[in-house]
């Protein structure tokens, strides 16, 4: 399904011939979110796809497979009409209340399926309400008699999401005080940030401040200032950067605000001098960080940030960063197995689940880009990758980019979305 989504946009029929291969298997959710990619280069195509899947639903049985009945409530968010057939999703919308609504509650198993159940129905009863309005009231009814079953820290989360999603700032702080202590940290976080969103920060710091935990209280606090800096213009987010850099707490969020902040500016379109101010400051103060992860991790997003404005100087970064991700990579491989899993078959992992493996995939990424700017330079660093697994790999993605303009596979998969992927010779 993975590579029916990237041959989709050239050849759809190509795609829809690996969609029903999967779909031979049983209905995955990778086949399901298949589904608007396809739509988008063949409108005909996904609809006949998206009747067969919803046929496979039906024939199969929803009652003995929770997985698949996961699938059907997914495929009803996220495939509707127009996309979707009309009545083949009112069919099938249909058919999965049926299950819920007749579904034995007075077992244990009847009872766990009906609370699972229970958390998709807010998402549901609009769908119900526009294409099925005739069970729109038995739905209700079905959903307020197995609220009543949970227990009370369950029923008081539904509470406060509910709150949260759709109360003010005010009813969130209100309920805060009926709450014990190890739930009012969560409510304040929400309503600091909804105070946030809708621009009133001077009350977001007011609430935050309310937070008793200390960690929690940093955290959110750090949000609301990036979010200051982020809302401010022209020149006053140049010195809103500068304000919240001097106030904070440690070298390493100093250079997160600045790096943030040029990048809001260079994201907008504005000053490129000022952008290249705070990250020139951002390098002056990265320059006085003892060695870490984070002081590694650190030089790789400055190398970006400079990228769109000062190639010379994202050059200049990445070299010794090179050279020290070759001394680090030949150290975890002494060490695998030990502390982390870093090779599979003798190769390293790309993209690998852990701190070094994602520098490493951070790595292969600028230089991707990076070759869209000047290809040579961005070759020569990725030439001087020792270990030739991954050197190979980083000079593919290098090519693929540069020539296509595609996205290298680690940034398409995330740097957790693979167990491993090795070259094989």
Do not use: C
């Not at 739905?139 to 009370?152: A, F, K, M, N």
């Not at 992992?349 to 990076?370: E, K, R, T, Y």
């Amino acid at each position: 399904m993975m590579l029916a989504n990237v041959i989709a946009a050239k050849d759809p029929a190509a795609a829809l011939k690996l969609a029903r291969t999967s779909l031979s298997r049983g209905v995955s959710w990778n086949v399901i979110a298949f589904l608007p990619t396809l739509y988008q280069k063949d409108a005909k195509s996904a609809q006949s796809l998206y009747k067969e899947i919803v046929g496979r639903i039906k024939d199969d049985n929803v009652s003995r497979n929770a997985e698949l009945a996961n699938n059907a409530w997914n495929l009803l968010v996220s495939f509707e009409p127009p996309q979707a057939d009309e009545d083949t999703y009112r069919d099938l919308l249909t058919s999965m209340l049926s299950y819920i609504l007749t579904s034995n509650r007075q077992t244990q198993q009847g009872m766990n399926l009906a609370q699972n159940m229970y958390y998709q129905i807010e998402r549901i009863i609009p769908l119900v309400d526009k294409y099925a309005p005739t069970r729109a009231a038995e739905l209700r009814e079905w959903s307020q008699g197995v609220e009543h079953t949970l227990d009370p820290s369950a029923r008081m989360y539904q509470e406060m999401r509910r709150i949260s999603e759709k109360g003010t700032v005010d009813d969130m702080l209100a309920l805060a005080s009926k709450y014990p202590p190890e739930f009012q940290n969560m409510l304040y976080q929400n309503a600091a940030w909804k105070a946030v969103n809708s621009g009133d920060t001077a009350r977001a710091r007011e609430i935050a401040d309310k937070i008793a935990d200390p960690v929690q209280r940093r955290q959110v606090t750090d949000q609301i200032d990036n979010q200051a800096a982020r809302a401010a213009e022209g020149d006053n987010k140049v010195i809103e950067a500068r304000r919240l850099a001097e106030k904070a707490n440690t070298i390493n969020r100093k250079i997160e605000i600045l790096i943030q902040a040029a990048n809001t500016i260079t994201n907008s379109g504005g000053d490129k001098k000022s952008a290249l101010e705070l990250l020139n400051e951002a390098k002056a103060v990265l320059a006085s960080t003892p060695q870490s992860a984070a002081e590694l991790t650190a030089q790789l997003r400055l190398a970006q940030a400079y990228m769109r404005l000062d190639t010379d100087a994202a050059f200049a970064i990445l070299q010794p960063v090179v050279v020290r991700l070759n001394e680090l990579v030949a150290a975890a491989v002494v060490l695998d197995g030990i502390d982390f899993h870093y090779l599979k078959d003798g190769e390293w992992m790309m993209p690998g689940a852990n701190n070094l493996g994602n520098m490493v995939s951070s790595l292969d990424q600028i230089l991707a880009a990076l070759g869209r700017i000047d290809f040579d330079r961005a070759r020569t660093l990725a030439d001087q990758i020792g270990r030739p697994e991954m050197r190979v790999l980083m000079e593919i993605d290098l090519a693929q980019t540069t020539l296509g303009g595609k996205t290298p596979i680690n940034q398409m998969f995330g740097a957790r979305g693979l167990s491993g992927l090795t070259i094989i010779n």
